[in-house]
């Protein structure tokens, strides 16, 4: 029940943040993230969605507000958020079409590439896993001397090319069902793309074979396969799916089965040879011969400026459309040099979530969003650290971009490059190539972008640091609460009043949980007003989502829980105002909660509020005794 009642509050957040249920279009979740599509983006606060506690990171991407829960907790947060909002019966398919209904053509291209590949991205994984295992066998005299270890390896490089073989075809045969059509008529036109009665493409472009010319109406077409024509299978993919949605609306459904798919089939053969076909290689050669001069031309410089803002592109979206261009890269030279580039990118990014909680390690939540963060990147995800904490804070961006550019013009003096792609980081040295050292130089540009992204991000926060604090500070002095202006010089071991009224030996508790300090020891006040302010400088590390509970850390090291009431949780955070959040420094008698006494007694509840020490430094006890305390009163001593 209390994790509901946690879980509802959240909710109640995130809609008050949002611009309410009405703003609302539909809901649904992935492995780590809430996805919300929003009538009107607009209203969406990140700054305040971010603030709720379990939000490690809010941001708008692909016409959804997209909010990073973590692995396990997003699966409960959504439970109780789509009960709260009527939209538990939105699949992640349905928000997907409510979310396309507003993206931008270009939006729409990325994402429907994106999409192709999803379905294909298992097999290129496998071939280029397998492809790393033969390069290293093949290197080896035992494996060339002994039949067996020899058989194993001949069937290794024969698995590892098989969807090399075929991938236009597979391509092709996605893009038809990601466009709508019937996904099999796209496997036709990829069979015919590779028919070996065409002139192989690699071939003809050698010049080492004959090539078959016929005239249609005059127009000189060339009968050429299409060999590594990833963007050309892509192009057709969408023409077949076209065609075939078309015809199927059109024809009568006496004839449609019989005359449908021969038309689909005949008149994009057609378009494949007279016109997408010449457009399609003209571009994939564009992207492929820029691609190659930029590292021929541009050299270490091209690699460090890739690197250096390939994580700026993943806030955009952009990066989706990398991975067509890679799948061409490979069926045309047979190696990826983008690959380790996203890889070193995405790793400076680590150093930077590194270098942030270097700087911020007392700070709980900084803690709690940095260590998930950087774990994340260990297996190719950038998501949490990029959204969650360098672009949020800015600087640990710049640092971790640094990070990246740095190792990137590593990555082309070392000749790194990847025989596949889809996969980055710790997984992605499975396809490393090993060629020039592949898997040592692996290592160790991925250790230079974490390092340098690591070192940028500290010097880049000690340097900001003095500034921020500044702000916050005078931020904090100006807050609008009279209550909180008062500052007291503390004096050592003092615990100031946390509420005004009678304070008492917790024992004095009417739970007995409290009274028999189970908790740890502290002590009980009986209120005469509803504000509850800190007891000493301290960082608040917990503030309960119902409001009526707070955890607080000393420099020190001692940890206090201020609760308000007893069995207060049942009232779901009515009649309980929170003032402070996670991660903020407090002093003495800042005001933290204000409730309402008479609403707690009205419930059948005991207003007293407790304030516990749940650890305290080696050796020490709390020493109070019974008295009226005010504000500025000492209520006890650490002893």
């Not at 002139?199 to 010049?207: E, R, S, T």
């Not at 190659?292 to 990066?319: C, D, K, N, P, R």
């Not at 090993?434 to 972008?449: F, K, Q, T």
């Amino acid at each position: 029940m209390g994790k509901n009642n946690e879980y509802l509050e959240i909710s109640k957040q995130i809609v008050a943040n949002i611009g309410g249920m009405d703003n609302i279009q539909g809901t649904a979740h992935c492995a780590t993230r809430l996805r919300i599509v929003l009538k009107d983006n607009d209203l969406a606060d990140i700054e305040k969605l971010e603030d709720i506690d379990k939000v490690k990171g809010a941001f708008i991407a692909g016409n959804q507000l997209q909010l990073i829960l973590g692995a396990g907790t997003v699966n409960d947060v959504y439970e109780v958020f789509a009960e709260y909002t009527n939209t538990q019966n939105m699949s992640l398919g349905d928000l997907k079409e409510e979310s396309a209904k507003r993206q931008n053509p270009l939006q729409a291209v990325i994402k429907a590439l994106s999409d192709v590949f999803i379905g294909i991205m298992p097999a290129l994984l496998a071939a280029a896993l397998l492809m790393g295992i033969t390069s290293v066998l093949g290197g080896l005299e035992v494996v060339k001397t002994h039949d067996t270890l020899y058989a194993i390896n001949r069937l290794v490089s024969l698995a590892s090319t098989g969807i090399f073989a075929i991938l236009p075809m597979a391509v092709c045969y996605s893009a038809v069902k990601r466009f709508g059509g019937n996904p099999v008529l796209g496997m036709v036109i990829g069979a015919i793309m590779l028919d070996s009665s065409l002139a192989n493409a690699y071939q003809a472009a050698q010049g080492t074979v004959d090539i078959e010319v016929i005239r249609l109406f005059g127009l000189k077409i060339e009968m050429v396969g299409f060999q590594g024509g990833i963007i050309i299978a892509l192009m057709m993919g969408f023409v077949v799916a076209k065609l075939d949605k078309f015809f199927n609306k059109v024809i009568p459904d006496v004839i449609k089965l019989l005359v449908a798919p021969m038309l689909t089939v005949f008149i994009s053969t057609v378009l494949l040879f007279t016109l997408v076909g010449p457009a399609g290689r003209i571009l994939s050669n564009g992207i492929t011969d820029g691609l190659m001069w930029s590292t021929e031309h541009l050299g270490a410089f091209g690699y460090a400026l890739f690197a250096g803002v390939q994580q700026i592109v993943v806030i955009t979206g952009l990066h989706h459309i990398i991975g067509a261009v890679e799948a061409q890269l490979i069926a045309s030279t047979g190696t990826n040099f983008l690959n380790p580039l996203m890889s070193v990118a995405l790793f400076g990014q680590s150093g930077a979530v590194l270098g942030y909680l270097s700087l911020n390690w007392k700070n709980l939540k900084a803690r709690e969003l940095c260590i998930p963060s950087f774990c994340s990147t260990l297996f190719g995800i950038s998501e949490p650290a990029i959204f969650g904490v360098n672009l949020r804070y800015k600087f640990p961006l710049i640092g971790g971009c640094i990070g990246g550019a740095v190792a990137g013009a590593y990555v082309y003096y070392s000749k790194l490059t990847a025989l596949g792609f889809g996969t980055t980081a710790l997984p992605g040295m499975a396809i490393a190539n090993p060629a020039h050292h592949g898997y040592i130089n692996y290592i160790i540009a991925h250790a230079i972008a974490i390092m340098i992204g690591f070192v940028c991000t500290v010097i880049f926060g000690k340097m900001w640091s003095a500034p921020d604090k500044n702000k916050n500070d005078k931020k904090n002095d100006t807050k609008e609460n009279d209550t909180t202006k008062a500052v007291i010089t503390e004096e050592p071991g003092a615990v100031y009043a946390a509420a005004e009224g009678t304070v008492k030996d917790i024992e004095a508790s009417t739970d007995p949980t409290f009274a028999n300090k189970v908790l740890g020891d502290g002590v009980v006040i009986f209120p005469e007003d509803g504000t509850v302010m800190a007891p000493c400088k301290a960082t608040v590390s917990l503030v309960y989502p119902t409001g009526h509970a707070i955890g607080l850390t000393t420099a020190d090291g001692a940890e206090i829980l201020i609760h308000c009431g007893v069995d207060t949780v049942n009232m779901n955070g009515e009649g309980f105002e929170t003032l402070v959040k996670e991660g903020q420094e407090v002093t003495a008698e800042e005001a933290l909660i204000r409730f309402d006494i008479d609403l707690v007694k009205k419930h059948g509840y005991s207003p007293e509020i407790l304030v516990i020490f749940t650890e305290l430094p080696e050796g020490k006890t709390i020493k109070t005794e019974e008295k009226h305390i005010a504000k500025n009163d000492k209520m006890a001593e650490i002893v």
